[in-house]
């Protein structure tokens, strides 16, 4: 089946340093991709959903600026923190719709696990 | 999407089948039911989905009422693997598709 994957899946920095994390289609093509942010005994929330050539369009209240989306393939997706804070850790996670039709199964990432001290 | 609501845990003994319910009486007639999972430090993971009839796959099934303002997800065989957070997400597809709306789901925690 389609797989999505995430790297790093854990990564650890010091405050005020910039993260970035990629989401890689690896057997489909994914015009759209999404990425979504979870904290600790919290469910999932969408952050931002990620276009192939064009800018990533974000949820309310989250900061596009701080959240720096780049989607420059059809198979790669990346999210950068900038300027990590201790508040950003979390848990960050993409999805990515293989193409079958827009009704069908999402797939997502293992997640990559952020902690900024 | 419309809201759904589930039951914050369940229990279920392996080997049994576990039924866990969610309402979405709000739903539209164009919203399909998602049921997703997440297991403990991974990404979600699908089972299935349904409009209106009953659908059945090699790991669940998934009961809509009539008046698809409720549905079962039906794991037949519960094994301790299957211990997971259930997330029940209604999602219209289309332009929304991909943005789904994770409620804070259903603990099933299956016990030898």
């Known amino acids: 089946g389609a797989v999505v994957s995430q790297h790093p899946s854990w990564v650890i920095c010091k405050s005020g340093t910039s993260v970035k994390i990629e989401c890689r289609s690896l057997d489909f093509q994914a015009t759209t991709m999404f990425w979504y942010r979870q904290f600790p005994k919290q469910s999932l929330m969408l952050m931002a959903t990620?276009?192939?050539?064009?800018?990533?369009?974000?949820e309310q209240g989250v900061e596009k600026d701080k959240f720096l989306i780049n989607h420059a393939s059809l198979t790669l997706s990346t999210l950068t923190v900038t300027s990590a804070h201790p508040e950003d850790s979390s848990f960050y996670i993409c999805s990515a719709n293989s193409g079958g039709g827009n009704t069908g199964e999402l797939f997502f990432g293992e997640g990559s696990r952020l902690t900024v001290l | 999407d419309a809201k759904t609501t589930q039951p914050p845990s369940m229990d279920c003994a392996e080997g049994r089948a576990a039924n866990l319910p969610c309402n979405h009486s709000?739903?539209?007639?164009?919203?399909?039911v998602y049921w997703y999972r997440q297991i403990h430090s991974q990404g979600p993971q699908y089972i299935i989905h349904g409009l209106k009839n009953n659908e059945t796959n090699e790991m669940a099934s998934l009961i809509i009422t009539e008046d698809r303002k409720s549905s079962t997800l039906i794991l037949p065989h519960a094994t301790l693997r299957d211990t997971a957070v259930y997330y029940c997400i209604a999602n219209a597809g289309g332009t929304s598709y991909g943005k789904l709306t994770f409620g804070q789901g259903t603990i099933l925690t299956v016990h030898p």
């Open positions: 709000t739903i539209s007639g164009n919203e399909y």
């Open positions: 990620s276009n192939e050539g064009s800018k990533a369009t974000y």
